[in-house]
């Protein structure tokens, strides 16, 4: 009779809440365009140069579709070295279709903004249909538990950021792949075969849009034991085993095959994975030698993207070394995995327990591949926390449906729907009676004291009038901040410099922050970012080789340079070797102070190792070049010369080739001249024609210059 009570009052307000659900998801869709609107006028900033402006599969002309399949997410051969193996291809045809139609230029970053924001608002609506569709929360659970996902201030740089994209797009996918994985778990044959496939193709989709999209059928496989398998119920007041367990565990184990096999073929697309190409400053966790340490720094990492989600208060660029506070104990640690872990368990035996339990399986499923469990470039990443707040999302929807006393299937007070279905089941004996005392205590006759909105209408009670005071102030603050943040992502310089003001121990934010400010000849503040790098983190390299570069090219003191220099070329820690980058400086260095043979060593080490790695650029040999001609080794440095003709014309600029000729033509003005001494006939070979024609096209000013001096 209980059920049948339910049924009833659920079918009556189904059909009225189905248009109450669309004006929600309006509702959420606009909330979602409004807060990231301003980022219209951004431009490209962090890694987002790099995946747009100098990305090759973006060019049609130059890289196929298949090309795309078989590049990683910036560009690079999959199986080559150089490779980070990011593998998102699915994010990368949005681009590409993007730059088909606007470019890819500065003036077209907004066209690419304007993508996010639309997938945003997408996802946000789509996380409303979802909750809305499973019936997991009341109409004004759904609406908080979305609105908070919607306002959330920890999604600024997935909606914010051009390659926050992926994320967004591979929850999208996710989200579908849940749902009809669960619509295949209400299905029958063969309907349901259907369904389920349909949810294997949306997993894969967001797979190929982000990494962590191979978890969706792990996470619906999860939902499939809570709410079908009813597995928190077994034993708990005489409850079995329901009949379709068995369907249950069918499908548990096709998607426990199915995400190994995916897991698999990932692994064998990307080739042989590499160490992660990141510092000693970006991760110092990877490098910790103690396994028990590493441990203990890893979970209170945890505690901290908690932390973030319940009290947004600091954002920043770079989470990297020295950020976050060494812990001294695990106690932060403990308190995070009981409020994620011990939450469940305190609900266990009320209704809401598989609801509790499906917002830390959101929680901790989606959040396992940047537990530390597989290395990445970065302490913490705020983006990594879009999937994962969902379980935040909806444990805000199901703490409005406790405290203001809704129930699932409509706003009546929760308590009394529970008590009237009790005295049903309990004194009536017939469905018609149940009903008639439901019908007279709506009308107030049986519980004056009881507040019950009018059927069907919607009325809030006065304690969910309440709530929704604080929910309302809540978002505001959400708003707030995730308007400021979005600003913050107009310039690079807006964006570091508001990741030094919330964290300001952050040695690679003053690092960005100088960076910027030597781009913009802002030499003063370049100089004081730099020295307030090398004070924070003391073994952070890089800030020494901008500061030996200020020293050498703005101040002309050479001697403050060197120390620096050498400074720069030291292990940031054992067994890790100074960046190419920091060694090409360094023999560049060595070069202006007329220490030729080191310089030489130096610069072809660094060259040596980039090649190995396949990222040796023009500029490199270019460097390489000048040492070798500098240090008296003509011909080789024509070689190198070259060989820097033979790359690819990426970063190759007007300089490289002024470079090139300029110790070529002397070397053919001194050949010019041995042989009129001689009394031979000096005249340019077929293959120096070739070249000078090669020049000439890039360099033409130089070329007439130096044809007029070898005449002479």
């Not at 509702?27 to 807060?35: D, K, N, T, Y």
């Not at 830390?360 to 999937?387: C, H, K, M, N, Q």
């Not at 006759?445 to 009325?459: F, I, M, N, T």
């Not at 650029?617 to 080794?633: F, V």
Request: proline letters at 4%.
């Amino acid at each position: 009779k209980l059920q049948f009570l339910y049924l009833i009052e659920y079918t009556k307000r189904r059909g009225r809440m189905g248009v109450a659900h669309i004006l929600d998801v309006a509702v959420v869709a606009a909330c979602a365009c409004a807060l990231y609107w301003n980022t219209l006028g951004a431009g490209y900033c962090l890694d987002d140069s790099s995946a747009i402006r100098d990305n090759l599969d973006l060019d049609s002309s130059k890289t196929t579709i298949r090309g795309v399949f078989s590049n990683d997410f910036w560009g690079d051969p999959l199986l080559s070295n150089s490779s980070n193996k990011s593998y998102r291809p699915l994010t990368v045809l949005t681009f590409r279709w993007t730059a088909d139609i606007f470019g890819k230029g500065e003036d077209a970053a907004w066209a690419y903004h304007a993508g996010n924001i639309v997938l945003y608002a997408v996802v946000c609506a789509l996380w409303h249909w979802f909750v809305a569709r499973r019936d997991l929360v009341s109409r004004g659970g759904c609406l908080v538990s979305s609105l908070v996902f919607a306002f959330h201030p920890m999604h600024v740089e997935n909606g914010a950021s051009v390659v926050g994209r992926a994320d967004v797009l591979g929850m999208i996918f996710m989200l579908a792949s849940i749902d009809w994985y669960l619509r295949a778990a209400a299905e029958r044959s063969p309907r349901a075969a259907a369904w389920f496939a349909a949810a294997v193709v949306a997993c894969v989709a967001s797979m190929l849009s982000k990494e962590l999209g191979m978890l969706s059928l792990a996470i619906a496989a999860a939902f499939d034991l809570l709410l079908n398998g009813r597995v928190l119920r077994w034993g708990v007041r005489d409850e079995a085993m329901p009949k379709g367990m068995r369907d249950v565990a069918v499908r548990f184990a096709l998607a426990a095959v199915i995400s190994m096999g995916l897991l698999v073929a990932a692994r064998k697309a990307r080739g042989h994975m590499l160490s992660p190409s990141m510092t000693f400053i970006d991760n110092p966790i990877f490098y910790e030698k103690s396994s028990a340490t590493r441990v203990m720094m890893y979970t209170h990492v945890h505690a901290w993207y908690l932390l973030l989600l319940f009290a947004p208060l600091w954002s920043c660029a770079d989470w990297g070394y020295n950020v976050l506070p060494k812990p001294e104990t695990p106690l932060a640690a403990v308190l995070a995995y009981l409020i994620v872990f011990g939450t469940p368990l305190c609900f266990l035996r009320t209704a809401y327990r598989e609801k509790v339990a499906l917002c830390t399986v959101l929680l901790v499923v989606p959040f396992l591949p940047a537990s530390g469990i597989v290395p990445v470039g970065t302490v913490l990443a705020e983006r990594l926390l879009l999937i994962p707040s969902t379980g935040f999302a909806l444990g805000a929807g199901l703490l409005y449906d406790y405290v203001a006393g809704e129930e699932v299937w409509g706003p009546v007070a929760a308590r009394g729907g529970a008590k009237l279905a009790a005295a049903a089941v309990n004194t009536k004996e017939t469905k018609k009676e149940a009903q008639k005392e439901v019908k007279e205590a709506k009308k107030g006759k049986k519980d004056g004291k009881r507040e019950v909105s009018k059927e069907g209408s919607g009325a809030p009670t006065g304690r969910a009038l309440a709530v929704w005071g604080v929910v309302g102030a809540v978002l505001a603050w959400y708003a707030a901040l995730t308007v400021e943040r979005c600003y913050a992502w107009h310039s690079p310089m807006a964006l570091f410099s508001q990741g030094i003001r919330d964290c300001p121990t952050s040695a690679k934010g003053h690092v960005q922050v100088g960076t910027v400010a030597m781009q913009n000849r802002n030499v003063s503040l370049g100089l004081a970012m730099f020295k307030r790098a090398s004070e924070i983190a003391p073994n952070y390299r890089v800030p020494h080789m901008y500061l030996g570069r200020i020293y050498a090219e703005e101040m002309n003191d050479m001697e403050k340079a060197m120390v620096h220099f050498e400074e720069s070329i030291l292990p940031e820690t054992e067994g890790l070797r100074p960046d190419d980058e920091v060694m090409l400086e360094y023999g560049k260095a060595l070069c202006k102070v007329q220490r030729f043979d080191e310089c030489v060593k130096v610069i072809t080490q660094s060259v040596n190792d980039a090649r190995g790695i396949g990222k040796d650029t023009p500029p490199m040999y270019a460097d390489l070049a000048t040492a070798l001609g500098m240090a008296g080794r003509t011909e080789a440095s024509l070689r190198t010369f070259e060989q820097l003709l033979m790359l690819p014309d990426l970063g190759r600029t007007e300089e490289h080739y002024c470079r090139w000729s300029g110790i070529y033509f002397s070397k053919a003005a001194k050949e010019q001249a041995k042989a009129k001494a001689q009394g031979k006939p000096a005249d340019w070979t077929a293959s120096q024609k070739e070249l000078l024609n090669v020049v000439a096209v890039h360099c033409p000013h130089v070329v007439k210059k130096k044809q007029a001096a070898s005449k002479q």
